[in-house]
């Protein structure tokens, strides 16, 4: 299979941590890579891999995979923090294409 | 630096074509590719295809083979993405995007990838 399935909305008060998963067979053999997009901006890597952070991501942010599914934890979430987020792998189908996950919108309260 | 610099917006009618440009620059390696990432209007990223700067491997999402076509300039390091048979549906920001490979670990060992720098995005209007 070459979907990705993330839950379409999260919330998290100000200062807590949440959670943000993305299921897919892909996940088994790959790790996955992370985007935070805001409104009317490009995406932005945040996390990829076991647990890669890019420059300039703050350390509130981490990753890690286990079985099927990889996910993104954001500690003491802040106002900033509020944004789609998007998973993405290759697939495990001979043509090794893109996926993306559907997306979940944090919401930060 | 690394930057992608994008070509400007696009109107077209249905049934036209459309070419995006994505220039790179600040990096002087050749091991990744430029990835095509689109997106509709209130909706999610949709992947569409991958060229190899490196040599001739170009990959498309299924739903788009046949319709899009990904070239690379070496000389100028400027990506290309035309999409033909336009209709009302394709109307949506693209981005291009640099796309790297890296080796995983243990116990998933296999490369993955991740795409770290993205341009601003073109917009495409399809309407009659």
């Known amino acids: 299979s070459s979907e990705l399935t993330q839950d379409p909305a999260v919330s998290v008060a100000l200062g807590q941590t949440v959670k943000i998963t993305c299921q897919g067979d892909s996940l088994r053999r790959y790790y996955a890579s992370w985007y935070q997009q805001k409104p009317g901006q490009a995406p932005v890597l945040v996390m990829y891999?076991?647990?890669n952070r890019p420059s300039g991501i703050s350390d509130r942010v981490s990753g890690s995979a286990s079985g099927n599914t990889a996910s993104l934890t954001i500690t003491g979430a802040q106002a900033e923090d509020e944004a789609d987020y998007y998973c993405y792998s290759r697939d495990i189908s001979g043509n090794h294409i893109g996926v993306f996950g559907g997306g979940t919108r944090l919401t930060v309260l | 630096h690394v930057q992608l610099v994008q070509s400007g917006a696009e109107v077209r009618k249905p049934g036209a074509s459309v070419k995006v440009s994505c220039k790179a620059s600040g990096y002087t390696s050749t091991n990744y590719g430029i990835s095509w990432v689109r997106q509709a209007p209130g909706q999610g990223l949709e992947w569409m295809g991958w060229i190899s700067v490196q040599n001739d491997n170009i990959k498309y999402a299924q739903r788009f083979q046949g319709r899009v076509t990904l070239t690379i300039d070496p000389v100028t390091s400027t990506a290309y993405m035309e999409l033909r048979s336009l209709r009302s549906g394709d109307t949506a920001v693209y981005y291009c995007?640099?796309?790297?490979?890296?080796?995983?670990?243990?116990?998933?060992?296999?490369?993955?990838?991740?795409?770290?720098?993205w341009g601003k995005g073109t917009t495409v209007t399809v309407s009659s």
């Open positions: 995007a640099r796309e790297l490979p890296a080796p995983g670990d243990y116990p998933r060992v296999d490369y993955f990838y991740y795409m770290d720098v």
């Open positions: 891999g076991k647990n």
